[in-house]
């Protein structure tokens, strides 16, 4: 399996605090990579370097093998890179499909909206995750649940293979979740890559193949997620 991402030697100061120190990180095609830390463990921040949000001030980031860096989220989702945030930014006035292409949309002669055209695109994308919704939906009539599907679907409008899921299941309840998970276990046998950011321990043995920790914006170990104890992990953290 090849690595999509690999992370080396990342530091990053603000105001001469030392948020990251030498820090790495890998993520592989297919796979599902827990991120875990107590608050301030530099998670977050790292995160925003691999998504161009910040820029490090020392180490190496490649995508696919090629040293990469960022400028802004523009570039870093031109090279795959796509983030779902916790506080979701959809709009709840316009469509599914609305939402998901909003400013790339297909237009017909002399700029009329081609929605027929916008519609088939968003079907194409719920077909890739697997996922039973109507293009035409309202977003403000769906579930927390349902609108995160959206975002999903958004990032892979671009062509997302590196999937940032910060929190992905906080406001979510436990049939919201199992529903999650399968569309995160689709995403993976397509070969995309999804850093997994959560504090639930018990998540980690269902959804995630490895497990990354820091401590104190300090890189602390990586470990099997199958073969790993909670106990072994929360000493870690």
Known sequence: MSNLVDMTGIDKSFSGVHALK?????????????????NGAGKSTLMKILSGVYQKDAGEVR?????????????????????IHQELSLMNDLTVAQNIF????????????????????????????????????????????????IEIAK??????RILIMDEPTSALNDAEIAELFVIIRRLKSDGVGIIYISH????????????????DGEYVDTVDAATTSVDKIISMM
């Open 63 to 83: 995508i696919r093998g090629d040293v990469v860096n960022p400028d802004g989220p523009s570039a870093a989702q031109a090279l795959g890179v796509g983030i």
């Open 200 to 215: 639930k321990m018990d998540e980690l043995k269902q959804i995630a193949d490895r497990v990354t920790v820091m401590r």
């Open 22 to 38: 030498k820090v790495q990180f890998d993520l592989q095609e297919g796979e599902v990579h827990a991120l875990m830390g107590e």
């Open 155 to 160: 990032a892979l409008s671009f062509r997302s």
């Open 102 to 149: 909003i400013g790339r949309e297909p237009r017909k002669r002399f700029g009329r909206l081609d929605e027929a055209a916008l519609n088939t695109q968003a079907q194409e994308i719920f077909t890739t995750m697997n996922l039973d919704l109507a293009p035409e939906t309202s977003v403000g009539s769906l579930t927390v649940a349902r609108q995160q599907m």
